[in-house]
């Protein structure tokens, strides 16, 4: 195809070449249409990642429909139409995900009360650092490295000279015990 000046009047000729077969016409008239399609989106939904995917979709549509194209026709007035009716869905998608959604306020909280919170945790502490104590070392080494520092297997098993099957029976045994100890726990 000759080179033809870029815009809106070469889209018509680009396009019905590209229905043709015409690949270069086609990735062409994509690469000249992305530009007027932002436009169009960005002024409609003022949401820069939403006006991308608005893009987007119609590039989808048009790819999907453009066998229904009659040159005979302006591509613009076809092209706008496509996209109108995207971003008409993403408008009402984004209406029905608001009315959906809630605002999270950082004002909730797990325990309401500060002195609650600060009770819990001291007391909590101390009731897990007395029932570690309770444990025999194997478990309480155990249950230090994988649960305490979150180490590997492999690296807690490294560290502490026991086997990987060794430390899983011992980690399981040792938080059941630490279970039923905190579990009497005041």
């Not at 960005?42 to 995917?53: I, W």
Request: glycine fraction near 6%; aromatic fraction near 4%.
């Amino acid at each position: 195809m000759p080179q033809e000046e870029a815009g809106p009047g070469a889209w018509s000729a680009l396009m019905a070449a590209a229905q043709g077969g015409d690949r270069a016409a086609y990735r062409r008239l994509l690469s000249e249409i992305v530009p007027y399609l932002r436009a169009v989106a960005r002024h409609a939904l003022r949401d820069a990642v939403e006006a991308e995917d608005a893009v987007q979709d119609t590039l989808l549509t048009l790819h999907a429909m453009r066998h229904v194209y009659d040159p005979r026709r302006p591509f613009k007035p076809w092209l706008l139409g496509i996209a109108r009716h995207r971003l008409s869905d993403r408008r009402r998608a984004g209406r029905r995900r608001a009315a959906r959604e809630v605002v999270f306020d950082e004002s909730y909280e797990t325990i309401a009360a500060p002195p609650t919170n600060e009770t819990v945790l001291l007391d909590g502490g101390a009731a897990l650092a007395g029932a570690l104590s309770q444990l025999p070392p194997g478990q309480r080494t155990a249950l230090e490295l994988l649960k305490l520092r979150e180490m590997s297997l492999k690296e807690a098993a490294a560290v502490s000279g026991m086997t990987v099957a060794a430390l899983k029976v011992a980690t399981h045994r040792g938080l059941a015990r630490l279970r039923a100890l905190l579990g009497n726990a005041p």
